[in-house]
């Protein structure tokens, strides 16, 4: 992450080394890696679509382009 970082537009290196060492956010890290794997996500981008209930769940899992969104919201929608 560090080497990426350093390829990054305006990003203070040094800033961020220092954010990543001291592993302040890490708890958070690791609580959002469970929830996500217990949802059954696989990786990312991963997006859910649902129902405003929360029924008739979808989930794509990857980079679509908006029309594949636009076609489930407006599926959702009507039925």
Not at 5 to 32: I, R, W, Y
Not at 45 to 73: C, H, M
Request: glycine share 8%; hydrophobic share 30%; aromatic share 8%.
């Amino acid at each position: 992450m560090k080497k990426f970082a350093t390829s990054m537009p305006g990003m203070n290196t040094q800033e961020f080394n220092s954010c990543l060492d001291s592993n302040k956010h890490k708890p958070q890290v690791d609580s959002d890696n469970v929830l996500a794997i217990s949802s059954g996500f696989q990786g990312t981008p991963t997006f859910v679509i649902e129902k405003k209930d929360g029924s008739s769940r979808e989930t794509l899992l990857g980079a679509y382009p908006f029309p594949s969104f636009q076609a489930i919201i407006d599926k959702k929608l009507g039925g």
